[in-house]
């Protein structure tokens, strides 16, 4: 089972940038998907989420209004679409699959059983 990220690269502030997390080895299709980021010296956090069938989405506050979490189960992938970007988003973008269908908190990594390896998005002001 394999999570491998892409699209991470060095972007202006203000600038928009378009994740892509593919997973191979099982499908996910009524997993929630997550994207989590770490930024340097700090903990990994909670970035967005979405369910099974896309109806349900979840974004920290501060990248809500910007970011936009979506998925094609076809494709086994799921996208972080990143606009305005700021340079406090800096950080490695993980993608994450749920140990189970729903989760009651979404923005806890120990709920998350599968992780991809990370992409670096670099924002420059």
């Known amino acids: 089972v394999q999570l491998v990220e892409s699209g991470g690269r060095l972007v202006q502030g203000g600038g928009s940038l378009s994740l892509s997390c593919a997973a191979s080895?099982?499908?996910?299709?009524?997993?929630?998907m997550g994207w989590f980021r770490q930024a340097p010296g700090k903990e990994r956090e909670f970035v967005a989420g979405?369910?099974?069938?896309?109806?349900?989405?979840y974004y920290t506050s501060s990248v809500k209004g910007r970011f936009t979490i979506s998925r094609d189960n076809a494709k086994n992938t799921v996208y972080l679409q990143m606009d305005s970007l700021k340079p406090e988003d800096t950080a490695i973008y993980y993608c994450?699959?749920?140990?189970?269908?729903?989760?009651?908190?979404?923005?806890?990594?120990?709920?998350?059983?599968?992780w991809g390896q990370g992409t670096q998005v670099t924002v420059s002001s």
């Open positions: 994450a699959a749920s140990r189970y269908p729903d989760l009651a908190d979404w923005t806890r990594e120990n709920q998350y059983g599968y």
């Open positions: 979405i369910n099974w069938n896309s109806l349900r989405t």
């Open positions: 080895g099982r499908s996910f299709s009524s997993n929630i």
